[in-house]
């Protein structure tokens, strides 16, 4: 597991939108498992964020008594039914 931390603005979630191919580059690339991003289909990228990234925000609406495994768990089958 990873996590990023840092103060409000300082481009957390935008790294992670990036790295999870759900926003486009203005210039450079991302790789991931030796894969341009910008090259793989809608439904490629689905998979690979389906298998391989979890995201929670400390926005969502979730009651106090949901741990962290829970919202992972809640995203991984969201994800799956897209």
Excluded: C
């Amino acid at each position: 597991m990873t996590a990023l931390i840092g103060s409000k603005g300082s481009g957390k979630r935008t790294l992670l939108t990036i790295a999870a191919g759900l926003q486009p580059l203005s210039y450079g690339r991302v790789l991931f498992e030796d894969q341009k991003l910008a090259k793989l289909s809608s439904d490629q990228l689905r998979k690979i964020r389906a298998r391989h990234f979890r995201y929670t925000s400390s926005h969502l609406n979730f009651t106090a008594k949901v741990n962290l495994s829970q919202k992972l768990d809640y995203w991984t089958r969201f994800l799956l039914e897209v």
